[in-house]
């Protein structure tokens, strides 16, 4: 885990980088979709709204391409 990496999903034990990679690699772009493809927010749910910032930060990093 590199710095500015963190456990996002404890319950999928998903970090940040693991959706950075996901989300990039299957074109996601979507909460809902990252959700379906790696079960996270199943369980608590508590991981949602760090997933909402990190896919508005992708998609916006994405516009400026
Ligand atoms: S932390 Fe993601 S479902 Fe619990």
């Not at 996601?28 to 896919?55: F, K, P, R």
Request: charged share 30%; with cysteine.
């Amino acid at each position: 885990m590199s710095d500015n990496d963190f456990l996002l999903c404890r319950h999928m034990g998903l970090t940040r980088n693991d959706f950075v990679k996901i989300i990039k690699e299957k074109n996601l772009t979507t909460v809902e979709a990252v959700m379906d493809e790696t079960d996270a927010g199943s369980v608590c749910g508590s991981c949602i709204y760090d997933l909402n910032l990190l896919m508005e930060e992708i998609l916006e990093e994405q516009k400026k391409k």
